[in-house]
């Protein structure tokens, strides 16, 4: 089993930057990919960001390449997947929520991870 928490959400003028954390605990985290995906109120949930199970190859959507970036540090005492957020704009104004599974890569389709975070609000004024 894998618990998933993220944090670092807020409000942020656009333009502006934040970094989300996503905090994995449970079973050996650097043997399996992440996602980051998104839902704004209205719109389906939607893929951000991806990264395979040791860093090596990562993955955007369209709307944000070039101003998100995915790492993770897999030691033991971090176990955590981020997520760099700059050159906000209003449209990125969502629930973030990050993902895994017992897969060495990533995936784009919200319905190939189980488990995820609770997510964390991040709110882009204009």
């Known amino acids: 089993q894998v618990q998933l928490v993220e944090s670092g959400g807020g409000l942020v003028q656009a333009g502006g930057s934040l970094r989300l954390y996503c905090a994995a605990s449970?079973?050996?985290?650097?043997?399996?990919?992440m996602g980051w995906f998104r839902q704004a109120p209205g719109k389906e949930r939607e893929f951000v960001a991806g990264?395979?199970?040791?860093?090596?190859?990562?993955?955007?959507a369209d709307s944000v390449q070039g101003r998100f970036t995915i790492s993770r540090d897999n030691a033991k005492n971090k176990n955590t997947v981020y997520l760099q957020m700059n050159s906000l704009k209003p449209e990125d104004t969502a629930v973030y929520y990050c993902?895994?599974?017992?897969?060495?890569?990533?995936?784009?389709?919200?319905?190939?991870?189980?488990?995820w975070g609770q997510g964390t609000q991040v709110t882009v004024s204009s």
């Open positions: 449970g079973r050996t985290f650097d043997s399996y990919a």
């Open positions: 990264i395979s199970w040791n860093g090596g190859r990562t993955h955007y």
């Open positions: 993902a895994t599974d017992y897969v060495l890569e990533y995936s784009t389709l919200g319905t190939d991870y189980r488990y």
